[in-house]
């Protein structure tokens, strides 16, 4: 399957954006790409891929972590995140052969210009597992109790511009023209960890997650 997951991200596959999605149209934007999802290996699988790029922080009092549409509002975590176990089973639930989830956040609750909850303590608190369900692949930009990273230069995060360089064809290490997912994980743990570590001073470390069934 692994050959099969870098094609679908290539463009095989439909891939179901959350940037801009407010917390109550998260479950129809999924349920809708599910359904319209593009059918692939001849009609036997379809494929769905979860991009979610913004801020995360953790609920202090259960250390589960949440991701932050964009209608978010100073508050409490759990009436305004968006939990990401939620997200994981509502992404487990859809009618699909495959699906992947891949969250370039941090869970620190730290922005710029500060703390985004008037509640949050400033302390980093780490998050708890959130585990992928049957068939799933679970990505994130970074370990539990690290900051992930922004390149000025490309606008992007530095681990979403470290995926797409070696899905491009960087990660592809013995050259067969195939980027393999443990090319691909090796590849942007590696690049990842090195610019973070020299531009940033920081650990930054991309954490890849096989649910069961998923290879």
Request: glycine content about 10%; charged content about 20%; aromatic content about 6%.
């Amino acid at each position: 399957k692994a050959r099969a997951w870098t094609s679908f991200i290539l463009g095989l596959g439909t891939i179901v954006g959350l940037n801009w999605t407010t917390t109550k149209e998260v479950a129809s934007t999924l349920y809708k790409a599910a359904k319209e999802a593009i059918v692939g290996n001849n009609g036997l699988d379809k494929n769905i891929l979860v991009y979610y790029s913004g801020h995360g922080v953790v609920d202090a009092s259960t250390s589960d972590p949440y991701i932050l549409p964009v209608d978010t509002k100073p508050g409490y975590v759990s009436t305004h995140g968006y939990s990401l176990n939620k997200l994981v089973n509502a992404v487990s639930s859809l009618n699909v052969s495959n699906c992947s989830i891949i969250i370039e956040s941090c869970f620190s609750g730290n922005t710029a210009g500060g703390q985004i909850f008037k509640d949050s303590s400033g302390v980093i608190i780490k998050p708890r597992d959130v585990l992928p369900g049957k068939d799933m692949l679970l990505i994130t930009a970074s370990g539990k109790d690290e900051v992930a990273s922004w390149d000025k230069e490309y606008r992007l995060g530095l681990f979403t511009k470290n995926l797409l360089k070696g899905l491009s064809g960087e990660a592809d290490t013995n050259s067969d023209n195939n980027v393999s997912l443990n090319e691909l994980e090796t590849f942007v743990q590696d690049q990842v960890s090195l610019e973070a570590r020299l531009n940033d001073n920081r650990s930054q470390n991309p954490v890849l997650r096989n649910g069961v069934g998923a290879n």
